[in-house]
């Protein structure tokens, strides 16, 4: 079965830092384009950020509310694909998505939910 | 960036009804534009890519055209099953950007 699963949100204070996990199965991991998108409580889809396959190049670009602060990174050999967040503001609770897809997003996962309160 | 204005916000429509959903894109993308459904506590499920491409397992209902900056989403002999938000995507430039959404309610 194709799918993927996020892990690693939670509640943590502004300004704090987690780390999200996206594991892939059942589908050729190394080649894929992973996204990472978040959904606010009650509001829209929001693009977060991508990281590309090895082979073309293992590229990361971000969207601008999180660069300098959000990092993504990959494993191949554990089909995981991380996103680090640092220094969270409030505004960055959200559900966060991976996805697979360099142009349509064509599997998602469940999501993770990441709560910033003090 | 590039943004999308999906119109309408919100419809309340009836089953068997024929739904139009738009996207325009602040400048032209081509055809790089992909529709999503997400019901309620779900993920977003592709439904259309490429503009008008099918997606295998997706009900042959929907149905997308356009290219540029106008698209449309048409959801024909609407069904129960499809209250949800509709969302478009472009992926012809970065940053990556979604349309705000359009809910559809079933009467």
């Known amino acids: 079965e194709v799918q993927l699963v996020e892990s690693g949100g939670g509640l943590v204070k502004p300004g704090g830092s987690l780390r999200l996990f996206c594991t892939g199965s059942g589908f050729i991991f190394s080649n894929a384009w992973m996204n990472w998108v978040r959904q606010a409580p009650g509001k829209g889809l929001e693009w977060v950020g991508r990281i590309k396959s090895k082979p073309d190049g293992e590229t990361r670009d971000y969207a601008a509310p999180v660069k300098g602060r959000f990092t993504i990174s990959r494993d191949d050999s554990k089909n995981t694909v991380y996103l680090q967040v640092n220094s969270l503001k409030t505004e960055d609770t959200a559900m966060y998505y991976c996805a697979t897809g360099g142009y349509y997003m064509d599997i998602w996962g469940k999501g993770t939910t990441v709560t910033v309160s003090s | 960036e590039i943004v999308l204005t999906q119109s309408p916000d919100f419809q309340s429509v009836t089953p068997k009804e024929k739904v139009t959903i738009t996207c325009r894109a602040s400048q032209s993308i081509g055809d790089s534009l992909h529709w999503y459904q997400q019901k309620p506590d779900q993920s977003p499920r592709l439904l259309i890519k490429?503009?008008?491409q099918s997606i295998s397992g997706v009900p042959s209902r929907f149905s997308g055209s356009g290219s540029g900056t106008d698209f449309t989403l048409t959801i024909n002999s609407l069904e129960a099953e499809d209250a949800a938000t509709y969302y478009c995507h472009q992926s012809s430039s970065l940053p990556i950007t979604f349309g705000q959404g359009t809910r559809l309610d079933i009467k």
């Open positions: 490429d503009a008008s």
